[in-house]
């Protein structure tokens, strides 16, 4: 397979003496070995005698790299020794068009037209190399013309009727002009011409991948491979699409990728990264630390924070707490994410016994949080840590936040919110959050409860009895389950006796409830007693009487 790739890349090799050794820098460049390319290409120009192809292929690879400004460097000048050394835009039309590329992505849009349209009239249009590199620059660069592209390539299609490598560009050309029915059918006819040719197949995946359509692209990008194991594009998209899902598979695609790809520093950081998301938390802060040792300073500082979450996982949460220390010592703060906070809240939370510095990470970790969901989840953490702290008013004002952020807060954040409110001795708006949950939830003992409780504490004398409706509705709501109420029901019927005894001066309903007591609790000796003085102040004639003047 490779041979036949080698010589379909080979199609823009005319007859003009080229050197082999640039073919062997196209082949790299096919499977994007940029690095590799390049040093053929140099040892070329080192030795004094590179064709003008050379400065050409230069020149793209730096373009593709985006390094526009060495593009520029490698080839400014070349087109006029050219043309003063009597070599013409027909003999070497590549120098010249790779120019006039660079000027298209300097933003020089009508020199770089010009110095093409003289290229190809040159060769009055003629020429399937010189109208293919004319449309793929334009292909290439933003500044480009696709409609012009694939203009020129349909005319460089009738000139060379058997190159897939110009159909491949014809399937770019609509794809970036969104046709993806018509780049899909120019892939097809790349590949009815070499079925080995890896790119064009993998470049149909690409628009599916860009339709978010991951059955039919991850089934194209392995069709690229079968086409040719060693195509790192497709090994590369493998290995990322795996890398979510399964990391198994990520970690086969990977290994591939790096064995057939150009040596680069990256890929220390992606198996490192792997291992992280693998789970193999020692691998990954081993990876981790090997490349802090190699490159120092130069190190990206999130290692220190993928060391920092590994060692959490572990359990080491002092060493994770040293990381990161350093990781927000070293990264850039336009880096920081809110993960990146609550990681160090939730280990200052872990270590320090002042859980008011965590509180701080956590607010910042809000403050930088755009998710709801997360976001929510900070405030709840805030709130449970002022409850430690015994800050009841600042955690009541975080449980009321969290309720009016929630778009459907539950019972247990009101309750929260109430408690809260109820702790701090604010009494008023206890009763009121707790009136929400009785509203909400009215076959909850919650809301009577502490509505009825709130309210004692506001009409300490009993003098408005404020209490004693709540009371009376939570009587109501429990009192079919004695065995189980028995102790809120005591509290009851103790509060409304002596609120009947001492406020409405009502012996009678208030013997009644304190004989309910009794009831359930025969041993209650309030209850006995309280019993006890009633009767005699009911038999004195002590109390309320009624309209015909008899004691009640």
């Not at 933003?142 to 349909?154: P, Y």
């Not at 981790?288 to 572990?314: C, F, G, T, V």
């Amino acid at each position: 397979m490779k041979k036949i790739i080698v010589l379909t890349l080979a199609a823009f090799t005319f007859a003009t003496g080229k050197s082999q050794t640039i073919d062997e820098a196209k082949r790299h460049i096919y499977y994007e070995r940029y690095e590799t390319a390049k040093d053929i290409l140099q040892s070329l120009v080192a030795k004094g005698n590179a064709s003008p192809d050379t400065w050409y292929w230069l020149g793209e690879i730096y373009l593709k790299q985006k390094y526009t400004d060495s593009a520029w460097s490698v080839v400014e000048g070349k087109p006029e020794q050219l043309l003063n050394q009597k070599i013409s835009k027909k003999e070497s039309p590549l120098v010249y068009i790779g120019w006039a590329h660079i000027l298209l992505d300097s933003g020089m849009i009508n020199e770089a037209r010009k110095q093409m349209e003289e290229v190809l009239s040159a060769g009055k249009y003629k020429d399937p190399v010189a109208l293919w590199a004319v449309a793929r620059a334009n292909i290439d660069s933003k500044n480009g013309d696709s409609l012009w592209a694939v203009e020129l390539l349909q005319k460089a299609v009738k000139r060379d009727k058997k190159n897939e490598v110009i159909y491949a560009a014809l399937g770019d050309a609509y794809r970036r002009l969104i046709d993806g029915s018509n780049a899909i059918i120019n892939y097809d006819k790349a590949l009815k011409i070499n079925p080995a040719f890896a790119e064009a197949m993998f470049k149909k995946g690409r628009i599916y991948k860009s339709q978010n359509n991951p059955e039919i692209y991850v089934d194209r990008f392995t069709k690229a491979l079968v086409a040719d194991s060693a195509y790192t594009p497709a090994l590369y998209e493998l290995y990322y699409y795996h890398y979510f899902r399964d990391v198994v598979k990520a970690d086969q695609f990977l290994k591939a990728y790096i064995r057939n790809a150009d040596p680069s520093p990256e890929h220390a950081y992606m198996l490192t990264d792997l291992h992280y998301v693998s789970k193999k938390w020692d691998d990954a802060i081993t990876g981790a630390k090997d490349i802090l040792e190699r490159q120092k300073a130069k190190a990206e500082p999130r290692l220190y924070k993928l060391i920092a979450y590994s060692n959490a996982a572990l359990g080491d949460s002092s060493a994770a707490l040293e990381y990161m220390n350093e990781y927000f010592e070293k990264q850039n703060d336009s880096a920081w994410v809110a993960k990146d906070f609550e990681m160090k809240a939730k280990l200052l939370e872990k270590l320090n016994p002042d859980k008011s510095a965590a509180i701080e990470w956590y607010k910042k970790a809000l403050a930088k949080e755009q998710d709801k969901k997360e976001s929510l989840n900070y405030m709840v953490s805030v709130a449970d840590l002022q409850n430690d702290l015994g800050n009841r008013e600042r955690e009541a004002v975080w449980r009321e936040r969290i309720y009016e952020v929630k778009d459907q807060p539950t019972n247990l954040d009101i309750y929260k919110w109430g408690m809260a409110l109820y702790s701090d001795k604010d009494y008023v708006k206890a009763d009121s959050v707790f009136g929400i949950y009785e509203e909400k939830y009215p076959e909850q003992i919650h809301g009577y409860l502490w509505r009825a409780r709130s309210n004692a504490l506001i009409d300490t004398t009993m003098e408005m009895g404020l209490a004693v409706p709540h009371y009376k509705k939570l009587i109501g709501l429990i009192s079919n389950d004695t065995a189980k109420n028995k102790q809120l029901l005591v509290r009851a019927y103790e509060y409304l006796g002596a609120y009947e005894a001492n406020t409405t001066k009502d012996f009678t309903a208030s013997l009644e409830y304190y004989e309910k007591i009794l009831e359930l609790d025969p041993d209650n000796s309030d209850a006995k007693k309280y019993s006890e003085i009633l009767k005699n102040w009911i038999e004195e004639g002590k109390g309320k009487t009624d309209a015909s003047g008899d004691s009640k």
